[in-house]
């Protein structure tokens, strides 16, 4: 293949096209019609035989209609190209993998013509960014991929300053529809001296192995390819695999935590929590798994799996006699975007034979404030319609605003753990928590707050006029078979707890 490659561009340079006709007739003059005929058809089976038609075919390659820019196919000839030009020299060159952040989330908002205007103008910042010679190509709706012409020098650190120099172009605002757009992008490459095995295929793959690296470590992120991230790479997938068996396999259950009433001191419900009870490696965390998982584009199988498991649990409470008013379910992002989601939720209520105010629809605060009039709105304000208890999931956290709570009609906000932590000890957490609680009154929602851990805040919270608690001082996420004991255990502490008066201003 390389000796190919070396000999194509000889047979197809100016030299040999220009000596070609005199070939021709001193073949004639000292063979005669034979030699000729013999030249004539062998030239052709020699120039195949070499792969010169083949390699002719790059100038016909198709582009990208967007941009402009080389597709897969291009950069794959011309990585060959520069794989062969540094092999066993003394030039240096890199392939960078780059690929611009929540694009799309761009789409959704701003429609496909915004996302492929800023595109186009991302791809021409990546050109005005590199040299003439280095070539770069469009191998994804947002992702680039370049390959730096081969030079003398270039060393780890200039890479960096380069992939740097990239991010700043793209990070500058895009004008759109009189607007700016504000955009990020996360960039991974491989040097051609560390690239792993000896082919322009392995080269390729590390750059891409190192973008997904920095993509996993957030937004804006540049790494370079090592052995490390092999490893860290290979981890992820078998952990991709593992957790997607784990959920076709019923290992990933909900476990539930108890939420109590801060005036009667009874359980006003359960939180259904994911949890992967592996058989070999134990209880694996939801922050390992859960990120697996959306990865695998399994978070909506978990949603259902989750909501399907919490009603079991209901009716087991109910036929136990033992009074459990909701559980709550955390519905993933996909699962929100499903067009039919109310309904399914509406045909697991009625086949449970369940009232859906008994569950609790769990949602973070960043999709209420992040969400444009669109499927997810419409489902939400569906799910509140239909009667389920709407949960404001880690409020303070986000930027919903008051008219976002009223427009998807909420029924109770959840107080995030980091205003209650050391709250009884702590006056600013106090009045923030009380600010928080003023203004639910004045809304009239009820109000949980997570992450109780101590006696104190217990107190505090019921003496500040907070609904309910959760947390690790009120019960830790257990499975259903022991949440019957749990139950008949705290109803027995009920006999003897004190009364704790609210504050009411």
Excluded at 135 to 154: E, H, M, N, W, Y
């Amino acid at each position: 293949m390389r000796i190919r490659r070396k000999i194509t561009p000889i047979l197809l340079g100016p030299p040999m096209l220009a000596f070609l006709p005199a070939v021709t007739l001193a073949t004639f003059w000292l063979g005669g019609e034979v030699a000729l005929l013999t030249v004539a058809l062998g030239m052709p089976v020699l120039f195949a035989a070499l792969g010169v038609f083949g390699g002719a075919k790059i100038s016909y390659v198709p582009r990208d209609s967007v941009t402009g820019m080389l597709l897969r196919e291009g950069f794959e000839f011309v990585l060959e190209q520069v794989h062969i030009e540094t092999d066993d020299t003394n030039l240096r060159s890199a392939v960078m993998v780059l690929e611009i952040d929540d694009y799309k989330d761009l789409v959704s908002r701003h429609g496909q013509a915004a996302g492929d205007s800023v595109v186009q103008r991302c791809g021409e910042r990546i050109i005005e960014t590199l040299r003439d010679k280095d070539t770069v190509a469009r191998i994804g709706d947002s992702k680039f991929a370049i390959c730096l012409t081969p030079v003398q020098q270039l060393d780890l650190e200039l890479t960096v300053q380069l992939a740097g120099r990239l991010q700043a172009a793209l990070e500058h605002p895009i004008p759109l529809d009189g607007a700016s757009i504000y955009l990020s992008c996360s960039i991974g490459f491989c040097m051609r001296s560390r690239a792993p095995g000896r082919s322009p295929a392995e080269w390729f793959t590390a750059a891409t192995a190192a973008l997904g690296e920095a993509q996993h470590n957030g937004p804006s992120g540049i790494r370079a390819y090592s052995a490390d991230i092999h490893r860290r790479t290979k981890a992820r997938s078998d952990l991709r695999e593992d957790a997607a068996a784990a959920l076709e396999g019923g290992q990933i259950q909900p476990w539930f935590q108890p939420q109590i009433s801060t005036d009667t001191g009874k359980v006003s419900g359960f939180e259904a929590l994911a949890r992967w009870s592996h058989p070999v490696h134990g209880m694996i965390p939801p922050a390992t798994f859960l990120p697996a998982l959306e990865e695998a584009g399994l978070m909506e199988q978990l949603s259902q799996v989750m909501l399907y498991h919490a009603l079991t649990a209901l009716k087991a409470w109910d036929a136990a006699g033992i009074e459990v008013p909701t559980v709550g379910v955390n519905f993933a992002m996909d699962e929100l975007k499903n067009p039919g989601l109310v309904d399914r939720v509406k045909w697991e209520m009625e086949r449970f034979e369940l009232a859906p105010a008994r569950l609790a629809v769990e949602i973070l605060e960043t999709v209420v404030s992040d969400s444009p009039d669109d499927i997810i709105t419409r489902n939400i304000i569906g799910l509140g319609a239909l009667g389920c208890q709407i949960d404001l999931d880690d409020f303070g956290t986000g930027h919903a605003s008051i008219a976002s709570v009223r427009r998807f009609n909420i029924s109770r906000i959840k107080i995030d753990r980091s205003f209650v932590m050391k709250a009884d000890r702590d006056p600013e957490q106090q009045k923030l928590i009380g600010a928080i609680l003023t203004m639910a009154e004045r809304l009239e929602l009820e109000t949980l707050a997570e992450g109780v851990e101590t006696v104190g805040e217990h107190a505090l919270l019921a003496q500040l006029g907070c609904d309910h608690v959760q947390g690790f001082g009120i019960g830790r996420p257990m499975p259903f078979d022991q949440t019957l004991d749990w139950i008949t255990a705290h109803q027995a502490k009920l006999q003897d707890a004190p009364v704790i008066g609210k504050l009411r201003s």
